[in-house]
């Protein structure tokens, strides 16, 4: 597998103050929930190189409930160096910390029907100029996407995948998808079989992974070899343009939802 990354996304923390059963990070599914601490993050930095990924992206679960938070906010352009730094949250706490949040240039807040409306709502109301408002559809369409994946029958999966640029570190270990450790958790996989730990040779055993058996169950409907072509020009050429107006889960999952109900 060939590396060519462009987002970094760090799950500081593997517990939430939601429950959504289809969490895309499987949060419901895990049983060995921690926090990354903030020396834990000193020592990942040193194996990460400055301006390595374009984009760092804080999420989690729900990372406000980090007891470093604040901390983590204040030293992230000193650990991880990048262009551009993206928050996801649902907006649980987001006011205690609004004085600590100037360091990102997107904070994706994100409202789960029936869960977080009011929170949601305080949270909009605040007025942030970073704040990227998104709503998600409804759970019954979601699991409809989750139970008969488009990707079943289709080869290179992974390499046609928009998600390909994305890797995470979840407790000290990196995955070669954004989408796999959820993946995994739902398909009975040990996450150790599809990551490795984040070490001076990261890299070099991050490439060694094959993922496609597991892409061909993701939510994710892969693009056409076409598509996918157009998807690649447009990123290789820096106008990340998915990144700036709207975040790529809403787009995809929006996409998924229209081609089935175009069935």
Partial sequence: MKLNKIKLEIDILDFCNLNCPLCVRGIPLQKNK??????????????????????????????????????????????????????????????KFKDHLQVFDIIELTEYRGRNEGVFDLAVKLNLPNLVPIRKQDYKELEDIYQESNS???????????????????????????????????????????????????????????????????????????KAMLNETISSTGRWLRDKIKPLDKYILQKQIQRQKNK
């Fill in 34 to 95: 921690k926090f990354t601490s903030l020396d834990e993050l000193e020592r990942i930095s040193k194996f990460i190189k400055p301006f390595e990924f374009h984009t760092i992206k804080i999420g989690g679960g729900e990372p406000t409930l980090h007891p470093q938070f604040a901390e983590i906010c204040d030293n992230l352009k000193r650990l991880f160096p990048a262009q551009r730094y993206y928050l996801a949250t649902n907006g649980f706490q987001l006011e």
């Fill in 152 to 226: 079943l029958k289709k080869v290179n999966v992974y390499n046609r995948c928009i998600y390909r640029k994305i890797t995470i570190i979840i407790q000290d270990r990196i995955y070669p998808c954004c989408n796999i450790f959820g993946q995994a958790l739902r398909q009975n996989i040990d996450p150790d079989m599809i990551s490795v730990p984040v070490d001076e040779n990261w890299r070099e055993n991050l490439a060694k992974i094959s993922i496609e058996s597991y892409c061909r169950r993701c939510f994710v409907d892969v693009p056409s070899p076409a």
